[in-house]
């Protein structure tokens, strides 16, 4: 079976830009969640979606947003790029929303602000 | 606010050895905790969940401690390989409904031939 996937997998952009993000959850799940992670630092949590609903954001500007689509696959999308965007975001996705549902994580996308 | 601590420092080690990763966290009381491997350029892959009622939970040559207490995890590794080189992330999950994971920086772990 197939992974997460996502992409693109690496994004140049420069300042004031916007970007979308893709993501393709592991058949049958139904929640995916959105994180970003800067060079020497863990995943930080921008969202997560179930069943086409939010149901957790992170501490990210309203600049990120992002939605869930009727086959569960999801798109991250910043608006007015900032330097400090320049992250890998990773995409995960799980079975149900919430408990201790293992995250299965994608290999995310690299973007890189000029 | 919420802190996750994980040693900055790389972990050296020869093959052979065990390897133990320490999580403290602070200003938090987690139901669950879940351990992550994550490879260069790659995602993290899930690795063990412990619950706050539980002390230890094994799998294979993995095995993980939570002591809420001192508010600290353990992370051991026993008869190490230079195939699990990587770094180690945990992530305590906070209760507030969607039990989101919060992850630390995580610690590399070296494991020499």
Redesign the interface.
């Known amino acids: 079976d197939a992974g997460v996937t996502q992409s693109p997998t690496h994004l140049i952009k420069t300042r004031g830009q916007h970007v979308t993000l893709r993501c393709s959850p592991i058949s049958g799940h139904k929640s995916v969640s959105w994180y970003q992670q800067v060079l020497g630092q863990g995943p930080q949590f921008i969202f997560q979606y179930y069943e086409k609903e939010e149901r957790g954001r992170g501490n990210f500007p309203d600049r990120f947003s992002a939605r869930q689509f009727p086959n569960y696959s999801s798109e991250l999308n910043v608006n007015a790029l900032l330097l400090g965007d320049s992250a890998l975001y990773l995409c995960a996705s799980s079975l149900q929303s919430g408990h201790n549902q293992p995250q299965h994580f994608g290999d995310g996308t690299r973007l890189s602000i000029l | 606010s919420q802190k ?1 601590e994980q040693n900055s420092e790389a972990l050296n080690i020869q093959e052979g050895k065990t390897a133990t990763l320490t999580c403290n966290y602070t200003n938090y009381s987690p ?2 905790l ?1 351990w ?1 491997r994550q490879d260069p ?6 690795l063990l ?1 412990i ?1 706050e009622n539980e002390k230890e939970k094994r799998k294979e040559r993995l095995k993980v401690t939570f002591d809420t207490t001192l508010k600290q995890s353990l992370f051991h590794i026993t008869a190490s390989q230079p195939a699990d080189s990587a770094t180690y ?1 945990c ?1 305590p ?1 906070s209760s507030g ?10 610690t590399s772990l070296i494991v020499h031939p």
């Open positions: 996750i139901a669950y879940q992550y350029g790659r995602g993290p892959v899930f969940l619950r992330l992530a999950l409904g969607s039990y989101i994971p919060t992850f630390g920086r995580g």
